[in-house]
């Protein structure tokens, strides 16, 4: 899958930037600056009026967040992102980007992307007041107009707004002086978006600081009264948990947020699938073909969504898509690791694989144990349930007396890592009502490892259906036969 464009991994321009080099030649270009909010505004009307999405590579959201996000947009409100994690919001954040014009005229050498019309540093003032329409420009490209903080406790002022910079000082400059200050992460993202992740960890008297910024545009930095009229549209995000708990957005900041969104984890499976098949790296080699039955794949993603209404599983912290991404990984990984040891051509996940879950499951989800090993119980009820429910709903049951009918003749089978998919093919060929149950579920041509994969669900299903016994041996494997 081709990498998105995101800030921190730009794309290529798509154009290059306009010939004009000096603040003349911008003038005869006819270019008239714009405020970022009415920047941002008019390219999503422009989205709008194309019927093309404002965000890029969020899925299922369609109804809910994104709604709300246009509205904030287009009133040029400052947005706070509050969900759990794994709920896109950095995502969402960092596509706004792609909302900015693609290139920006900046009086060149600025550290705060001054406007050649209206610069607000002293270095850009003295330049433009001295050379007038000889003042050189550069061009800076949207992917640079972004910039993003980790809030943590040890986040200082000088961080965000900026520091005396003793350099400058050394230098023979009188600390009074405008030009000694060295600029922080805000006023360095001037006329561009600055997102804050984490907001409610910031100390609180940073928060405070944020304040002039926002309202007042009057910030003071070692005695220096400094008045920066800075463009700047702040965007942050915010767990609940640490909202309420372990830190909090103080009510006057909240107060200068234009709008609060909510986001939310996929409500269907059909769209958690969707961003796992979005987001999972493939596991390949060049000497096997990994297949992933889409039945596989609506169980890896139940399992995330019945950690997430699940009364043994904390929901404080929530459960992150990274959970079914992580999984989808780990199953196919151990689908191409059996296919490997028995030397196949194919291999596709099965329910005897579940079992490697565990390594890519436990570290993403907080499961409310009293005692040793109850996480692991609470996995398994898990993946039961997930497999019962895709069993439900892909497997026909108008055969299935006739399947568990050859059982009660005396037939068994023996599963596990150990058992090559052709011993699978084998046995359904010998079990005709097994065989038309296989053939609805991946086809009449599929590879051996898809009907292999068919076959562990089916039986899975019945045992947990109490229509099979299943019995387990120390060396992994599962045999099933009559009750």
């Not at 920006?104 to 406007?115: C, H, K, M, R, T």
Request: hydrophobic share 40%; aromatic share 4%.
């Amino acid at each position: 899958m081709a990498a998105r464009p995101t800030p921190h991994n730009p794309a290529a321009p798509a154009s290059p930037p306009p010939a004009a080099s000096t603040l003349g030649e911008l003038v005869a270009l006819g270019y008239q600056p714009t405020p970022v909010r009415e920047e941002l505004r008019r390219n999503v009307i422009a989205r709008l009026s194309a019927n093309r999405p404002i965000v890029e590579g969020v899925l299922g959201f369609e109804d809910t967040v994104v709604p709300q996000l246009e509205h904030a947009l287009l009133a040029g409100h400052d947005v706070i992102l509050l969900g759990e994690r794994g709920q896109a919001k950095s995502r969402i954040v960092r596509s706004l980007v792609a909302l900015l014009d693609e290139w920006l005229p900046v009086v060149a050498g600025s550290e705060i992307n001054d406007d050649p019309f209206a610069p607000v540093s002293r270095a850009a003032r003295d330049l433009v007041g001295a050379k007038g329409d000889e003042t050189p420009i550069s061009w800076v490209h949207r992917s640079d107009r972004y910039g993003e903080k980790l809030a943590t406790p040890d986040t200082s002022i000088a961080d965000l707004i900026g520091e005396v910079d003793p350099i400058k000082v050394a230098e023979g400059r009188y600390l009074s002086d405008e030009l000694t200050i060295h600029y922080g992460l805000v006023p360095r993202t001037n006329r561009g978006i600055f997102a804050i992740n984490e907001l409610p960890d910031l100390a609180e008297r940073i928060q405070v600081g944020l304040l002039n910024v926002l309202e007042e545009r009057d910030i003071q930095i070692r005695g220096h009264r400094v008045r920066l009229p800075l463009d700047v549209m702040l965007v942050a995000t915010a767990n609940p948990d640490d909202y309420t708990s372990r830190g909090r957005i103080i009510t006057p900041l909240k107060d200068r947020f234009g709008a609060q969104i909510r986001t939310h984890y996929p409500r269907d499976v059909a769209t958690e699938v969707d961003i796992v098949a979005q987001e999972a790296r493939p596991v390949t080699s060049p000497d096997v073909e990994v297949v992933l039955p889409a039945f596989m794949s609506e169980l890896i993603a139940r399992i995330s969504q019945a950690a997430r209404h699940s009364a043994r599983v904390s929901q404080r912290s929530g459960v992150s898509v990274r959970l079914s991404v992580a999984n989808h990984e780990t199953l196919t990984a151990a689908a191409l690791r059996r296919a490997l040891r028995l030397g196949e051509r194919d291999a596709a996940p099965r329910v005897s694989d579940l079992a490697a879950l565990e390594s890519s499951t436990l570290g993403k989800v907080e499961v409310e144990a009293l005692e040793e090993g109850e996480d692991l119980e609470v996995l398994s009820e898990l993946i039961d349930k997930a497999v019962r429910d895709t069993f439900r709903d892909h497997v026909p049951q108008e055969r299935l007396a006739e399947v568990v009918g050859r059982f009660g003749e005396g037939e068994s089978i023996e599963t596990g890592a150990g058992v090559a998919s052709a011993d699978y093919v084998a046995f359904v060929a010998g079990c005709p009502p097994l065989a038309g149950v296989v053939e609805r579920l991946v086809g009449a041509e599929a590879p051996p490892s898809a009907v292999a994969s068919a076959v562990e669900l089916v039986l899975e299903g019945l045992h947990l259906s109490r229509r099979l016994n299943k019995s387990e041996s120390d060396a992994g494997l599962s045999t099933y036969a009559r009750r």
